[in-house]
């Protein structure tokens, strides 16, 4: 089955900086990547994504790249905010089917 | 408020005591998921349905059971209740065929003594 892999688990960055999170993923089959924000206490929410036919996808200060050959997408955030901070999940749908395997999250901390 | 809603919103549930957990939603979404949520282990996938009538397990499918009589309900039962299952269950569901946009619910927060 599809195995997603997030690095890294905990990331602590200065407003105004960038943040970048990683995910590997292991089934070639996958043509879809999802990006979810979750802030404490609430429900994760999608805020982008992709799909295998192109390689990049942007939404103000988001964006995701994807290298099909690697079997790695990446989350880009610039000019970090404080309402930045939250845990975020990229995942993978699992053999060709619409379930979605989760990475284990990324807890991003933005300083003021 | 078109969406999807969990109830309820916390229990503390004692061992070995059956538990259903609701979810409903009016989007009219083919497909609905069961994940539960534990820190450090992400969200991970107990029971889905694709269609109503239909249902199939997920990666930690063991001590739970779902049922799909409709389009709109999905509830999760725990038949007797262990302290490993304490964890935070969120409801999903996507309108498939391709799209798979997942709304969640608000979750449900179980602990189980």
């Known amino acids: 089955g599809e195995n997603v892999e997030q690095h890294p688990s905990t990331l602590s960055v200065q407003e105004g900086d960038s943040a970048v999170i990683k995910c590997t993923y292991s089934d070639s089959a996958s043509n879809y990547f999802p990006w979810y924000k979750q802030e404490l206490g609430k429900r994760p929410q999608l805020i982008i994504d992709i799909r295998s036919n192109v390689g990049e996808k942007k939404d103000q200060r988001i964006a995701v790249t994807l290298n099909k050959t690697a079997k790695h997408f990446s989350l880009h955030i610039t000019e970090t905010q404080p309402e930045d901070s939250a845990v975020y999940f990229c995942a993978a749908p699992e053999g060709g089917s619409e379930k979605l395997v989760f990475g284990k999250g990324t807890k991003l901390t933005v300083n003021p | 408020t078109a969406g999807i809603t969990q109830a309820p919103t916390s229990q503390i549930l004692a061992a070995g005591r059956s538990m259903t957990l609701r979810c409903t939603q009016d989007m009219r979404h083919n497909a609905m998921y069961w994940y539960r949520q534990d820190l450090g282990l992400g969200l991970r996938l107990i029971h889905y349905s694709n269609t109503a009538g239909t249902t199939g397990k997920g990666e930690v499918p063991d001590g739970y059971s779902v049922s799909r009589a409709n389009t709109d309900d999905f509830p999760l039962t725990l038949a007797s209740a262990v302290p490993s299952q304490t964890s935070v269950y969120f409801c999903?569901?996507?309108?498939?065929?391709?799209?798979?946009?997942?709304?969640f619910g608000s979750g449900t927060r179980l602990t189980v003594v």
């Open positions: 999903a569901s996507s309108p498939s065929s391709g799209n798979y946009g997942y709304t």
